[in-house]
């Protein structure tokens, strides 16, 4: 859909703006054997749901009748009382934005169904029977109801008010590009290929469990379990409601447990046992679902291999017309997304990455044969870290340290502070460590070339700042010809994706890059987690933590009269703001815009949300839009613009988050020679400037 087409007319702080779609599960309290009871508890529920702008309400299976009532399903009081039930329903949904799918016993071709009845806005657009009836342990179902097996391609009238019957239904909203909700009913999830799959596989983005599943210990874990992987598996959200308060409890207990998943993640879930009605809510995004089913191409590809099955679906068309204006989010949007919030996910992320990054120099070593490294070390963060990655790849190689030839290389702008940070750091490491001043040959080429600070004058343009860089990277790589070894590169993903590096004869080039897939926002949790590891001496961790505390420079210009350092953020933007936006360009592709928007409540405020652990109070900032639309700009012109020619020739390295890499054997393929144009003109165009 254009990005004209999209926006409809709404605010750009609505959520149906941005390719999302809010969703609740509920649960009411039952009243046994009284469908008009029931009725009025999902009314009232849905209501609820209305004002807070639901695209999408869900209810737990048997819902009108309650679903431990035994032989009262073959009364027909009973199944009369529940058409009477969902003709009240259809009545009084007419000005409720929610698709309503509710569970009720219905009478059908001689038989009785447990079904999911689907009502919007005063249609009933449809009835979908359950296929799969448990009849082991407690569960006695074919004892009542018929499987909606062989039902396909069914009609049923139900009070009056006919509609499709079958599990081949599939309920697409016209005005919601990508929401397509498809129905299944508690033991449909348990079994080996669930009807969710199907219908994922034809096109439903979101997975409805109308759930009655009784509770027993352990119970809640495995059905957790099988939502959130049936999610992943079928790159869908997944929603669950399941029976609750005023169930009969002859025999059973019940838990009301309400779930919304997405894509292998928890969006949002309720406490268990409730005493009453309650409901999870959250917004989906059907953008990332569509730009993860297009991206893996084998998802389509199984669609082909069962399309005798998913080509069957029926569609059925209706309208949510959500509101325009800002309704809020209802789904955390993490600050950094590189970068896990919770503790002992982050300490999780922090050991597979630094393993990564060992794992693959200790092949490269073995597989080159090549006993010495070469490290450019300055003191600052990301060549600090390259650093720890080889002192630990020559402890697992059993090598001395000493074949670690680190050097400080200071030119016109490297501070004391970090140059100090840097010798202590090798000494603590017991690397060979060395200094070479790279001032004398930098003069000389500056004179060389004619430069005017060659002449006295404060000229510190790039050709000043890239006679260093390349200086530095040249006499590595002479180094490690001349002692045997290869230049370990430390420039990170960052820098990668906003062209923060010398092209060449520069710090862009290594042999070998361990840096290369690992974001700037990650590299400092990393150095973080082996202090805490304590995987070096007391020594090499207090520099470690002092090295921490710097502010990030490439101390190529010397300090001003205030002796400020030069700072990278100051010319390419805060790293904070620049990896989220590269997180969701490289991972989802998104549009600026939609990044803007999630930005914007990531980072609009510093007290909202949650902080990664150790993430220092002091650093702790927010960016109102004008300022995320402003670095945006920068990110744009940089990552479409003119970098891509470095990221094009860049050395090898591992990839180490699911994020994506830029490597162009890998995540990232791009044309050096293109441009920024449309991704510019949809930022000017679809973020307003406040």
């Not at 059908?108 to 447990?114: A, P, T």
């Not at 010495?372 to 600090?384: N, P, Q, Y």
Request: aromatic share 8%.
């Amino acid at each position: 859909m254009s990005a004209k087409g999209k926006d409809r007319g709404q605010d750009f702080r609505s959520i149906y703006r941005h390719g999302m779609a809010r969703v609740a599960t509920c649960t009411t309290t039952c009243t046994l054997a009284d469908p008009m009871a029931n009725a009025q508890a999902v009314l009232d529920s849905a209501r609820q749901c209305h004002d807070q702008a639901v695209a999408v309400a869900l209810y737990p299976e048997l819902a009108l009748s309650g679903y431990a009532i035994d032989d009262l399903f073959l009364q027909d009081c009973l199944l009369d009382a529940v058409e009477a039930a969902v003709a009240r329903l259809v009545e009084d949904s007419r000005t409720l934005m929610p698709l309503i799918l509710v569970g009720a016993p219905l009478r059908h071709m001689g038989r009785i169904y447990n079904t999911a009845v689907a009502v919007h806005r005063g249609r009933l657009l449809g009835v979908v029977p359950k296929v799969h009836l448990p009849n082991y342990r407690e569960f006695y179902e074919r004892r009542h109801f018929a499987s909606g097996a062989g039902t396909e391609g069914a009609s049923v009238t139900v009070a009056g008010h006919e509609a499709p019957f079958g599990p081949d239904l599939l309920f697409t909203a016209e005005d919601l590009d990508g929401l397509t909700v498809h129905a299944e009913i508690c033991e449909d999830l348990w079994v080996a290929v669930p009807p969710s799959a199907e219908a994922a596989l034809a096109g439903a983005t979101v997975l409805a469990n109308l759930s009655a599943s009784n509770i027993t210990i352990g119970k809640a874990e495995t059905r957790r379990l099988l939502c959130k992987s049936q999610s992943a598996r079928c790159l869908a959200a997944y929603l669950y409601s399941s029976a609750g308060a005023g169930e009969s409890t002859t025999d059973l207990a019940w838990d009301g447990q309400t779930s919304i998943f997405e894509n292998g993640e928890t969006l949002a879930e309720t406490g268990r046992f409730p005493q009453g009605p309650q409901m999870a809510v959250a917004d989906v995004d059907l953008d990332l679902l569509r730009q993860e089913r297009q991206r893996m191409g084998s998802f389509d590809d199984n669609r082909r291999v069962h399309g005798a099955v998913t080509g069957g679906f029926r569609r059925i068309a209706f309208r949510v017309d959500p509101p325009s204006g800002d309704v809020g989010l209802r789904r955390a949007v993490a600050r950094f997304p590189f970068v896990p919030a919770v503790r002992e996910r982050l300490e999780l992320d922090c050991y597979e990455a630094y393993n990564i990054q060992v794992a693959g120099l200790v092949q490269r070593l073995r597989a080159t044969g090549i006993g010495r490294v070469v490290i450019g070390v300055s003191g600052g963060l990301d060549s600090t870290h390259a650093l720890i990655v080889a002192a630990r790849a020559f402890d697992l190689l059993e090598r001395p340290r000493t074949d670690i030839l680190a050097y400080t290389l200071p030119g016109f702008g490297t501070s004391d502070k970090t140059k100090g940070n840097a010798l202590r750091l090798m000494r603590a490491l017991g690397v060979s460590h060395h200094e070479l001043d790279i001032r004398p040959a930098a003069n000389q080429m500056l004179k060389d070339l004619d430069h005017p600070f060659a002449r006295g004058e404060p000229v510190y343009d790039v050709t000043f700042e890239n006679v260093q860089a390349g200086l530095r990277t040249d006499y590595l790589f002479r180094l490690a010809n001349h002692h045997d070894g290869i230049v370990i590169g430390t420039g990170d993903l960052s820098e990668l994706a906003l062209g923060w590096c010398t092209y060449g004869v520069g710090d862009q080039m290594a042999h070998y890059n361990v840096n290369a897939g690992v974001p700037k926002t990650l590299i400092q949790h990393l150095i973080r987690w082996v202090i805490g590891a304590r995987l070096f001496s007391t020594d090499a961790l207090d520099t470690l933590d002092a090295i921490l505390k710097t502010e990030i420079s490439p101390e190529l210009v010397p300090a001003d009269s205030e002796k400020a350092m030069q700072s990278s953020e100051s010319v390419v933007g805060p790293y904070d703001l620049q990896d989220f936006t590269l997180f969701y360009t490289l991972r989802y592709g998104f549009r600026p815009s939609k990044i803007a928007f999630l930005a914007l409540h990531a980072w609009g405020d510093a007290a909202r949300g949650d902080w990664p652990a150790g993430y220092p109070e002091e650093k702790r900032r927010a960016f109102t839009l004008a300022e995320i639309r402003g670095w945006m700009r920068v990110f744009i012109r940089r990552f479409f613009g003119f970098s891509q020619f470095k990221r094009s020739a860049m050395p090898n390295g591992p990839k180490v988050t699911a994020g994506g890499s830029l490597s162009p054997r890998g995540d990232w393929r791009a044309p050096s020679d293109g441009n920024a144009r449309i991704w510019l003109a949809e930022l000017e165009r679809a973020v307003p400037e406040e």
